[in-house]
């Protein structure tokens, strides 16, 4: 009666949880399928607790019991094969295709074959005990199969995930391989002795009951969308075939000691407590911690290396080696170093030589800061200095505690520098450890700082595939403006013409005023536009000479008529092309007039410090930080209705001719500054 009610029991909170998880969880094949599992498993419940509460029908219980069998082994190892999984046909087992296409005989013969052609039982209503015939053999071995093959697949999920992707499905996983792991013991006592035991029924109570609560508590947690990429390698390192095998070598040695342990309620107790911590050790192998722990623990005693060092640089770079944006980049970074290092969060700073700060461009499983470090930050200094990786654990004299703070809102674990050559082009920032307890020695350092570098270079040959980019744009932009320039040349020309003809067929004067001046207009205007389409240099032929810089600004200050623009500071002479720099100077001219208010005040400033520069301020609109950095000085880039978005591009070119550079400070509703700096001596060709 205990068993009765404490089985019905099992088959409420069964229920319960398939209709929590269609409730909460993703609406997918996968979830339609989980919740069919444990709505059949439930029913399996109540037609085996039937069966054993009228012993004396049983065949007519065990007959609804054989297709629920067969029905649950099929929607588990389906649900093993979608959950969380990018489905391939090309990318699945052989096996696994082998089991898709005999499902249908399995779900027919669960149908309709008769239980008396499956087992047979002389005194089933004393000994419930149910002896397999051949046929009942072959039923039951193929629905063994197909419990191992979805435990395999559950597996091999787990394992092709990454660790955010891991703990997310973890205990979804727990709580199906729980009602996997009961069935393949059941079955195997079958297959092994040739006799399903129904005595151990209690104990597939116990396994519905522990499912649910993990598959409950899973959902409480909630679980984002999560679909991971099976590789084939990874089809062939699962653990779950060796730990099946052990387990059925270790079951027969079993076999004989249980009959010494007398009545059927002790063997029950033996195998629920033998069952239980089975699933706790798999609760605790699961645990990140702990297998850290285990590594740490093994690479110390059994490696001279704690590191497989060409496993650790061929995974990092194929992760690398897969990144189409930098987005993708920067996220496979980070990722590489948290797994490398058992870290729960990293970031990455990038140097930007426009604003002369790092910047704060991804973040992996932690928010992103928006604050920015100059090189003056004491932690820049360290790096910049030494080269090291800073560690928090160890106090430098040389950081201020303040300055680390920026980094992040969290507690740093480490920062790796990121250098390209002698240049500090960013660092990662570790957060999180895993294994708290772990100590890091200098092989950790080194082998941060070797893929720091590698990093370096998939960072540069990113920027070189952008610059790249760039360049066929321009290629594209400067066949465009060929056949463009061409037909305007003909429109000018045919223009050209009727203004002639205008003059020499004039009606009345009115008219013909006003025609000529609509037509030169035009005309003018289609010029204009030839020579900006015509203006689109990648490298600038300089023409070298000596340049007052205070008498330049001022003629060109001079040549645009609108505007209240102020010159001032002190005569600088530098060897640049005059032309040039006023064409620089008339570019920034006319953004700030456009980004200020009509009277608005631009000030101009010429003077030296170690270099020249000419300063350009505005009291106007200002740009965001990530204007500046993504857009500010990209071809076709532009906030401007009618503007062409080439001035800076064009800009920024004829200032690095001159081995020179433009920096930038804005705020947005404070105005902006453009500075640009000049060598007091030439360029060298």
């Known amino acids: 009666m205990i068993l ?188 092994l002795y040739r006799s399903i035991n129904m005595n151990l029924s209690p104990l597939r109570t116990l396994a519905l009951v522990v499912s649910g609560a993990f598959l409950t508590y899973s959902l409480r947690r909630g679980r984002s969308q999560v679909k991971v990429t099976l590789s084939r390698e990874m089809a062939f390192r699962s653990l779950v075939l060796v730990i099946v095998g052990g387990y059925l070598i270790l079951l027969g040695l079993l076999g004989q000691g249980l009959r010494y342990f007398g009545e059927a309620s002790q063997q029950i107790i033996f195998l629920s407590v033998f069952f239980l911590g089975c699933i706790f050790l798999i609760v605790i192998l699961l645990s990140e911690q702990m297998k850290r722990k ?92 030494l080269g090291w990786v800073y560690n928090s654990d160890y106090h430098e004299s040389e950081i201020d505690a303040a300055d680390v703070a920026v980094v992040s809102s969290e507690n740093i674990a480490f920062t790796v520098p990121v250098f390209m050559g002698a240049d500090l082009e960013g660092f990662i920032v570790l957060l999180r450890p895993i294994n708290k307890g772990e100590e890091y020695t200098y092989e950790d350092y080194d082998l941060m700082k070797t893929l720091a570098s590698q990093a370096a270079f998939a960072l540069a040959s990113a920027g070189l595939s952008e610059q790249l980019a760039v360049s066929r744009e321009m290629e594209a932009v400067g066949k465009v403006t060929a056949f463009v320039m061409h037909d305007l040349k003909n429109l000018v020309y045919s223009l050209s013409l009727l203004t002639e003809n205008a003059v020499d067929y004039i009606g009345e004067p009115e008219f013909q005023k006003d025609l000529l001046d609509t037509l030169g207009n035009t005309v003018a205007k289609m010029k204009f536009l030839i020579a900006k389409l015509k203006d689109l240099p990648e490298r600038h032929n300089l023409e070298l000479g000596e340049v007052d810089l205070l008498n330049m600004a001022t003629e060109t200050v001079a040549s645009i008529p609108c505007g209240d623009i102020t010159v001032s500071g002190s005569s600088v002479v530098a060897v640049a092309d005059s032309q040039e720099l006023s064409k620089v100077l008339t570019n920034l001219l006319i953004n700030a007039l456009d980004a200020s208010d009509k009277g608005g005040c631009i000030n101009v400033e010429v003077g030296v410090k170690e270099q020249a520069f000419i300063r350009v301020i505005d009291r106007g609109c200002g740009m965001t930080p990530e204007f500046i950095r993504e857009h500010l000085f990209s071809p076709f880039k532009t906030t401007k209705i009618k503007g062409l978005g080439i001035g800076l591009y064009q800009s920024k070119q004829i200032i690095e001719a001159h081995q020179g550079r433009v920096e930038v400070e804005s705020k947005p509703g404070n105005g902006t500054t453009f500075t640009v700096w000049l060598p007091l001596s030439g360029p060298l060709f």
Request: proline share 2%.
């Open 4 to 191: 009765t009610v404490f089985s019905w029991t099992a088959c409420i909170i069964a229920l319960s949880v398939s209709v929590l998880t269609f409730s909460r969880g993703e609406r997918c094949t996968s979830t339609y399928l989980l919740v069919a599992s444990i709505i059949t498993a439930a029913f399996l419940e109540v037609a085996e607790s039937l069966s054993l509460y009228a012993p004396l029908d049983y065949l007519s219980s065990k007959r609804t019991s054989i297709f629920l069998e067969a029905a649950l082994s099929i929607l588990l190892f389906f649900f093993s094969i979608l959950f969380s999984r990018k489905f391939s046909w090309q990318s699945t087992p052989l096996i696994s295709r082998f089991l898709i296409i005999i499902t249908p005989l399995l779900f027919i013969a669960g149908l309709t074959v008769a239980p008396d052609r499956l087992f047979y039982s002389p005194d089933f209503v004393s000994e419930r005990m149910l002896f397999l015939s051949n046929s009942g053999f072959v039923f039951y071995i193929t629905v063994f199969i197909y419990l191992v093959a979805a435990l395999f697949n559950l597996e091999a999920t787990f394992r092709s995930a990454l660790r955010p992707e891991q703990w997310q499905i973890k205990f979804t996983i727990i709580g199906v391989g729980t009602l996997l792991g009961f069935f393949i013991f059941y079955y195997s006592q079958g297959l």
């Open 294 to 385: 285990i590594k740490v623990f093994v690479n110390k005693n059994f490696f001279d290396n704690k590191y497989d060092y060409r496993m650790q640089w061929l995974n990092f770079t194929s992760r690398i080696a897969e990144t189409r944006n930098n987005s993708e980049l920067d996220a496979a970074i980070l990722s590489a170093f948290c797994d490398t290092f058992a870290m729960g969060a990293a970031m990455i700073y990038i140097w930007a030589p426009e604003q002369q700060v790092y910047f704060n461009r991804g973040a992996y499983q932690t928010d992103a800061s928006a604050f920015t470090l100059t090189r003056d930050n004491s932690l820049i200094r360290y790096m910049l200095k």
